[in-house]
């Protein structure tokens, strides 16, 4: 292992464990990532006695300045691009209705014990008579090399005593791709009541971390088939199931969620745009409707889906501010692009769609490709080719008539000059049918065109111009 402690720092700390005469390890992600052959900038040093102590002393040596978490009883340093955090060994022990241990002096074993998963047990000596030995008492490099996740102790104990390591299970599993030991699973399905003295913050901050993974249908299974889902996320589970009548069922909405998810994730790692496909279809039962002569719809799925956004954005403890308004716009639009593709792609239905979307209608796109999700690969061809003609289109119209984020070209004081009036019904009327004559591509999306229609219409409204803004 000695190779892989290569950078500077770990000798000067194997210095100044020798001079404390202090056993002192690097632990936890740092080693899991050395086998993962993953770049890691954190790394966690523990130190058998006390740790912020030695942390002041390294800061010294370091000539860096050191944060002391006294409560946590960690302290954590910078050096170069690298983050230290330094910890005593210690024991911990849990009370039923609490996260946060009672915490007492430890060993080594004592601390490999507490920690979460096998693989984050393993740690590396950094003193100079056993400088870069491996110490792996419960086998995480042969979980490593079988990609399981499996709990140093009994996952029971585990999983009670910090429901939050539920979550971080099913994390890891999402992030590495591996398998949750079954005794694990059990051990979440047996617990899983537990996760409602984890707060919501935490628990949304390990959701995220599956929406980032690679291919997150993986976690969000594991969460569905042990039971967390329908706990911290319940709308989603409600997608789940086929009904049928007279024969006629529709699909699985809960899959079809995760397969649109991981195919989002295949061209863009935008989390925001990644909730956009979780929650594109998340109003289909309450919108669920059986009709005899169509069978199953859905009507007004994405308008009822977008009323929903902020409630569940505010549920998880996500932000409420335009990273809201960019899901709930996506959720409102994810048909559209969709009936243009089904149809003739007009130039008036391609301008409707660059006005209401904006900036974000390359997102809009790739979410609508990614919804593609049929297994007739006729209509799977047929839709992206026509996916491709409304692309090109959007491009056509956009740099002919620069419709992207609009602004009107007459404004609402240019409307109030002109005739002479103050605001009112008027100047709204003259806005909007303005606006429609440019979408429709009645007039050209100019000042000159607006001005002529703007008088015009007014005439029709019985207003006179008494100032000439042409």
């Known amino acids: 292992m000695i190779q892989h402690l290569n950078n500077p720092l770990f000798k000067k700390l194997s210095r100044l464990a020798d001079e404390c005469e202090m056993d002192t390890y690097v632990i936890g992600g740092f080693v899991r990532d050395i086998f993962l052959k993953r770049p890691s900038k954190d790394i966690d040093i523990l130190v058998i006695g006390n740790g912020i102590q030695f942390a002041e002393k390294a800061a010294d040596k370091l000539k860096t300045n050191v944060s002391v978490f006294k409560s946590f009883g960690t302290a954590m340093l910078r050096y170069k691009d690298l983050e230290v955090e330094f910890v005593g060994a210690r024991k911990e022990s849990y009370r039923s209705d609490s996260r946060k241990p009672i915490v007492e002096n430890g060993t ?94 935490r628990i949304t901050d390990e959701l995220n971390k599956i929406i980032l993974s690679p291919k997150p249908s993986v976690g969000f ?136 979307a904006g900036e974000d209608i390359e997102a809009l796109m790739l979410l609508c490709h990614a919804d593609v999700t049929t297994k007739n690969e006729y209509k799977k061809k047929k839709y992206r080719a026509n996916f491709e003609l409304v692309k090109q289109k959007l491009k056509d119209v956009e740099e002919r008539d620069q419709i992207r984020n609009w602004q009107p070209p007459v404004s609402g004081l240019d409307i109030m000059e002109t005739f002479g009036i103050k605001a009112g019904r008027e100047v709204g009327i003259i806005k909007n049918q303005i606006r429609e004559a440019i979408l429709e591509g009645e007039i050209k999306n100019s000042r000159e065109d607006g001005l002529a229609y703007m008088i015009a219409r007014g005439k029709e409204l019985g207003l006179h111009p008494v100032k000439n803004c042409i």
């Open 108 to 201: 080594l074993e004592d601390d490999q014990q507490r920690r979460d998963f096998t693989i984050n047990a393993m740690a590396i000596s950094l003193n100079t008579v056993s400088y870069g030995e491996l110490v792996d008492p419960f086998n995480g490099i042969t979980d490593l090399n079988d990609r399981i996740i499996r709990t140093p102790l009994d996952p029971l104990e585990t999983f009670s005593d910090d429901p939050l390591r539920m979550m971080r299970a099913i994390r890891f599993a999402s992030q590495l791709g591996f398998t949750i030991e079954e005794r694990a699973i059990e051990a979440i399905k047996s617990s899983k009541e537990r996760i409602s003295i984890v707060s919501k913050e």
């Open 221 to 356: 299974n594991y969460l569905f088939d042990t039971g967390l889902l329908h706990l911290i996320f319940p709308q989603m589970t409600e997608l789940y199931g086929v009904e049928y009548i007279n024969g006629k069922g529709h699909k699985d909405n809960f899959y079809h969620t995760l397969e649109v998810l991981d195919n989002i994730c295949e061209t863009s790692d935008d989390l925001w745009l990644r909730w956009a496909a979780i929650l594109h279809d998340i109003a289909k039962p309450a919108t669920k409707r059986f009709d005899p002569s169509h069978g199953w719809t859905f009507h007004g799925h994405e308008d009822r889906g977008a009323r929903m956004v902020p409630k569940i954005f505010a549920q998880h403890k996500l932000p409420l501010n335009e990273k809201m308004k960019f899901v709930q716009k996506l959720v409102q639009l994810h048909l559209r692009p969709i009936v243009i593709a089904q149809d003739i792609v007009t130039d008036s239905a391609v301008r409707r769609l660059l006005f209401d």
